[in-house]
């Protein structure tokens, strides 16, 4: 596609509700990452992908966050027993092999209640 | 490790006046730097980026220069318009990392 894709746009869920986020990249991005922007703060890192390798899932903050890609292509950022600290914009962003010019998707926007 | 510190807002300008946010940082080895814009309810937006020491960045009238011996990537505009209204983020890319480090970010109002 033309830029990288999220949907949800936006989601609310209840506390201990189980959310899944996905991002469709660029078309021919090897490189894929996740990152969590509280609101009035920077992206942080959550996970990374290199194909359908996750080769960097240092940012996840707990047990709960599990990202896949299982065939290369679209990602699926899963959040189990939602709690509200969760509540955050996801952006998903994507790259070429050895690129380091990453672009951004509009954002999963989160909310938990 | 990595790490941005970015000029802490907010910023508020008349329309076309001069624009600077600082940017500084701390990196291992060679990043690649950047400035991504946030409009409201939107995703970042790449905004310009330099590669190596001495090279300048520009797009839209903004422009940075990364300074290997400030360790800055300053981002200026000579004249800003209503619509450059957004937050703006700096962020460094390491190779060995394979992320993107982002400052705090800053947010810019430009009144008429």
């Known amino acids: 596609g033309a830029g990288v894709s999220q949907s949800p746009r936006y989601k609310v869920a209840k506390r201990g509700q189980d959310v899944a986020l996905r991002c469709d990249p660029i078309?021919?991005?090897?490189?894929l990452f996740w990152y969590q922007q509280a609101l009035g703060q920077g992206p942080e890192f959550l996970t990374y992908f290199q194909n359908e390798a996750q080769l960097d899932k240092s940012g996840l903050p707990s047990d709960r966050f599990f990202a896949e890609r299982p065939e290369g292509s679209v990602s699926t950022l899963k959040i189990q027993r939602t709690q509200q600290e969760d509540s955050a914009v996801y952006l998903c962003?994507?790259?070429?092999?050895?690129?380091?010019?990453?672009?951004f998707g509009e954002g999963s926007w989160l909310t938990v209640v | 490790g990595n790490s941005v510190t970015q000029m802490e807002g907010p910023v508020t300008l008349s329309e076309e006046a001069f624009l600077t946010i600082n940017c500084t940082y701390t990196a291992t080895g060679y990043p690649s730097l950047f400035w991504y814009v946030q409009y409201p309810g939107e995703g970042l937006q790449l905004l310009l980026k330099a590669t190596k020491a001495d090279d300048k960045g520009s797009n839209k009238g903004f422009e940075a220069t990364y300074r290997k011996e400030t360790t800055s990537f300053h981002l200026e505009k000579g004249s800003v318009q209503v619509s450059d209204s957004a937050v703006y983020f700096c962020a460094l890319f390491s190779g060995s990392a394979r992320q993107l480090t982002f400052g705090s970010g800053t947010q810019l109002t430009v009144l008429p």
């Open positions: 078309s021919g991005h090897v490189s």
């Open positions: 962003a994507s790259s070429l092999v050895g690129g380091n010019t990453i672009y």
